[in-house]
T-cell receptor, first 117, second 116 residues
Framework: ETGVTQTPRHLVMGMTNKKSLKCEQH?????MYWYKQSAKKPLELMFV???????ENNSVPSRFSPECPNSSHLFLHLHTLQPEDSALYLC????????????????FGAGSRLTVL | AQTVTQSQPEMSVQEAETVTLSCTYD???????LFWYKQPPSRQMILVIR??????QNATENRFSVNFQKAAKSFSLKISDSQLGDAAMYFC?????????????FGQGTILTVHP
């Protein structure tokens, strides 16, 4: 596989469930991101990891818990979510690591469509 | 804080015609990057074109070109010879550069419909 792969593509969960979103990149990138895409709103950056270290948490509620075990994998653990958390969650990666011209070009996954009942 | 505004929620174009999508942004930086991303229905977002603010020449990628007006803080995307496959949501995005990896600021998006 190439590019950025996200699983599952669709997820329906209750407010008391615990689930996880997975992202894997096969591009040799060093930086990975979670973005939230809600209807009629701009994409919102949630978390940034650079060389497995979290470098950005954009005031995301603690019911969203990211995990980056290595530069190729990124998880978003979900628990006690609210209906307003229903959205498309996009994972992205970039060369990162101080690469001046490449650090800013994101490669996105297809997204995980989350519905919270 | 930087903001990106796409004032056209929806646009439509006839196949083979030309369409221009608008984007304005607000920043106090002098050096930055601008992007147009395309998100087809139920498919992943891909980079269409990018522009470095220090370059005066407008970027072009085949049928896609931009009109970058730095003083006016305007960054429009022109799609020539529109094709059915161009139908998608288009996002304008701003990046301040430096070590703010991946911290793009996106506009609200413009849905482009292409009529055969």
């Amino acid at each position: 596989e190439t590019g950025v792969t996200q699983t599952p593509r669709h997820l329906v969960m209750g407010m008391t469930n615990k689930k996880s979103l997975k992202c894997e990149q096969h591009l040799g990138h060093n930086a990975m991101y979670w973005y939230k895409q809600s209807a009629k709103k701009p994409l919102e950056l949630m978390f940034v990891y650079n060389f497995k270290e979290q470098t950005e948490n954009n005031s995301v509620p603690s019911r969203f818990s990211p995990e980056c075990p290595n530069s190729s994998h990124l998880f978003l653990h979900l628990h006690t979510l609210q209906p307003e958390d229903s959205a498309l969650y996009l994972c992205a990666s970039s060369p990162g690591g101080g690469h001046p011209s490449g650090a800013n070009v994101l490669t996105f996954g297809a997204g995980s469509r989350l519905t919270v009942l | 804080a930087q903001t990106v505004t796409q004032s056209q929620p929806e646009m439509s174009v006839q196949e083979a015609e030309t369409v221009t999508l608008s984007c304005t942004y607000d920043t106090s930086e002098s050096d930055y990057y601008l992007f147009w991303y395309k998100q087809p229905p139920s498919r992943q977002m891909i980079l269409v074109i990018r522009q470095e603010a220090y370059k005066q020449q407008n970027a072009t990628e085949n049928r896609f070109s931009v009109n970058f007006q730095k003083a006016a803080k305007s960054f429009s995307l022109k799609i020539s010879d529109s094709q059915l496959g161009d139908a998608a949501m288009y996002f304008c995005a701003y990046y301040a550069g430096g070590t703010s990896y991946g911290k793009l600021t996106f506009g609200q998006g413009t849905i482009l419909t292409v009529h055969p």
